[in-house]
């Protein structure tokens, strides 16, 4: 069976502050996937990341980094220099066999300006 | 490129009432997904289609939920009749074989 877990469910960052969210992951699946999505307060889920399992490395994209470490079970993702639109619910999501997506509860980050 | 769609935006409807949400997923995407948000919880897949076969349907009540997608491209999920407990947001997803899934926009269910 699939598992993510997102142990922090509400965090809360002052403006320009880093933050990191941490999502950790159980499959027996070989080959999968990892997603980061976003869900503002609009509701829309917003796709930001992909990575596969044979992918193990750290990525950065502006202020968003993801570091996948499959010795941890682990696919933290980074928000550098946080900012008020930041604020939404981010979701870790794994992907297992015919592309089951599992999601974790997600974690509720709030900007303060 | 148009994003997934979905009608309609908010249902109110009273217990052992039917509804039906209507999605049209991005064009060529040949997967398409229903899924359950409830508050404060992750989405959970309903329902999963390949075209328009049904692929995973292992987490849809069946006796109250069903789903089709005719020609492969269009999808309506209904539910009858409806309980406290389906109040939720419900969202489409559609994806090329492998890629990240593109959600619309949800279709939020209020029952009471």
């Known amino acids: 069976a699939q598992k993510v877990t997102q142990a922090q469910t509400e965090i809360s960052v002052v403006e320009k502050e880093d933050v990191t969210l941490d999502c950790v992951y159980e499959?027996?699946?070989?080959?999968?996937?990892l997603f980061w999505y976003k869900q503002p307060p609009s509701g829309e889920l917003v796709f930001l990341i992909r990575r596969n399992s044979f992918d193990e490395q750290h990525e950065i994209s502006g202020r968003y980094s993801w570091n996948f470490q499959k010795s941890t079970s682990s696919f933290n993702f980074t928000i550098t220099a946080s900012q008020v639109v930041d604020s939404a619910v981010y979701f870790c999501?794994?992907?297992?066999?015919?592309?089951?997506?599992?999601f974790g509860i997600g974690t509720k980050l709030q900007v303060i300006p | 490129e148009a994003g997934v769609a979905q009608s309609p935006r908010y249902k109110i409807i009273e217990k052992r009432q039917s509804v039906a949400f209507w999605c049209n997923p991005i064009s060529g995407h040949a997967t398409l997904y229903w899924y359950q948000q409830i508050l404060g919880q992750g989405p959970k897949l309903l329902i999963q289609f390949q075209n328009n076969g049904v692929v995973d349907d292992s987490q849809l009540p069946k006796d109250r939920f069903s789903a089709e997608r005719l020609k492969g491209v269009d999808s309506t999920l209904k539910i009858q009749p409806a309980k406290l407990e389906d109040s939720a947001v419900y969202l489409c997803?559609?994806?090329?074989?492998?890629?990240?899934?593109?959600f619309g926009p949800g279709t939020r269910l209020t029952v009471l």
């Open positions: 999501a794994l992907g297992g066999g015919y592309q089951k997506v599992t």
């Open positions: 997803a559609s994806s090329r074989t492998s890629g990240g899934r593109s």
């Open positions: 499959t027996r699946d070989t080959t999968y996937y």
